[in-house]
């Protein structure tokens, strides 16, 4: 029995030395790391599912035409869990495990701003999805968004009902978390400068069931016009109970509110809505080839509001190209960046890091998003 | 007081309060067979929850025949767990008993994410989409059905347990086990019988909450914890008080959110806990007992 246990050892010793200097042996090939931190689990794993399709496709295409000059991406994937602990951890095991030169993070600006002192301390460029303004004016050199921010998102919303419609009564609903609540509040400034009405605004804690008295609430006060502030899945069942009561006002939402994974989930519901989008399909001629592309590789059209993580991974590697793998010299090329065609839209960076101006108002229609109209209105 | 609104959070706050009642009684009906509280109570109404979306979706199974199905799955269901969870621990005190439902409700939670897909996935509608206009107020025809079809259930309950024998049989163990042997009722059986009825009303709630949200592996979580409540207020271990309690709550919740402060209104639920734990222990309905030493 002593001899078996002894040859038990050893064998068991043999594979964790194997396993360590075999890994050792993989990292050593000419490869560049970068992490990818999306939510694989939990309430956003649907929308999580769409960004890794944008993203692979970017890598897809990227090491077919020779990687970044003859050295292949090496993708780390790190589940956020949909949750800030969660983000964290992934940030963590990316940066300090994975060992990457450089992270395509999140879409939830809590998430962000949960990250965000990890993300100065290991001085790490990160390209970012959320679009809470104060996202890049606390002083994190390293955040990187491609998503037009919510002054611009928000501020297309006034400026559409302002000039485009004849309401006067607006309705607020949004979530308690830092998208919701920063965004929401963004608004009621500009309703507030505009001369519109702010009747009511509801605000519900993530993840609520059941809006019947928010939904309601804003119908007693008044409201012409609804404006959605919050994510997916939140989004497709707020659609839900709002057909359900009969449609009470007009409906005009944030991005979640036409995004694929929303729309998957609240099917019919959403017949007529109106959302701010970052983009439209068809907008431009790299936003067509892209969705050519997209369609081949998965059968299926492409998610607007996930397909950040496509230009955001292109732009990364298109600056590591140019000065090699050094954080600070990254951070200068994305920075300087300027007039680039994303499938999003044209690119120029601001010195805070901030990438596009426009957003586009669509009606939902059969499905689909159909443009109504583009607002410009420049980062401030 | 706009009547017709009011109307309309009535509704959603019985249907709401109606799947609360159906997972409580779950609670209360184990907790009365075998003293323990099974706190996987909230994933018996996710996992059938997920199993209908499969049969309704991917084997297009008429909305009938995926019903039957899930009730029949969680039935046996009910009973398989029991067996795993309770049964090698039954002589053991509370609490690893407990514990093992924990365990068992974390294992099918990530159960579900592993066999379903970690997305939320939407369950076909029977009731159209489109509101119901009663009285002139718009209405959500499935929290119709839910109130109508527990009502239902409630009624062939209590019919259950009042006039049949098997149901007096369950009721005599769940009163006294010893004496219940004695009499020559078999014990076991009537444990696993509870258990799978426990399990084919999560099924019912599942079914019936379905639509209205989409399907989740968290969903359980909420609904167990918001249940529980309920049945510690309605006064743990009475029937009527924990179908009652989770009307109340489910009630409450609506109006709170309305007439009060929309952000917090999960906060309404364990507000009413607290208020009921310090000033009505028992609950509304329950009884002070002494357990013997």
New interface residues.
Partial sequence: MKNLQRILIVTLLSIIVLAVVGSGIAMAAEEIKIGFTPP????D??E??LQINSLKLALKEINAAGGINGKKIDLRMVDNQSSNPGALAALQKAVEQEKVLALVGVVRSTQILATSDAIKNYGIPTMIGGTNATLTKQGNPWLFRLRPDDTIAAGAMVKYIKENTKFTKIGILND?EAFGQGGADLVEKYAKESGLTVVKR????P????Y???L??L??AGAQIMIVYAPN?DT??IQ??Y????S?FKYLGSPSSTSK?CL??S???AEGIWGVADAVPGQSETNKRYIEAYKKEYNEEPDMLSSWTYDGLKILTNAIKKVGENRAKIREAILATQGYEGVLGTFSFTPNGDGLSAVSIVQIEKGKPKLLKIVSLGAK | MDWSTNLQMLTAGLAMGSIYALVALGFVLIYNAVNVVNFAQGEFAMVPAFVAVWLMTYLNLPFPVTCVVTIIFMGIFGIVFQRVAYYPLRNRTFLPVVISTIGVGIFLQNGAQIVFGAKPLPMPRQTSSEALNMFGVFVDPQHIVIIICTLALLVFQSFFFDKTKLGKMMRATAQDKEMARLLGIRVARMIAITFAYSSILGAVAGILIGPIFFVTKEMGGIFGLKAFCSAIVGGFGSVPGAILGGIFLGVVEVFAAYYISSPNRDAFAFIILILVLLLRPQGFFGEKIAEKA
């Fill in positions: 694989i689990t939990g309430f794993a649907a999580g599912a308690t509801e605000r519900f804690t993840h609520e069931k059941d019947t008295a928010f309601l609430s119908k007693n899945p497709a069942v839900g109970q057909r359900q009561l009969g009470p994974d998957n989930l099917k019919e519901a």
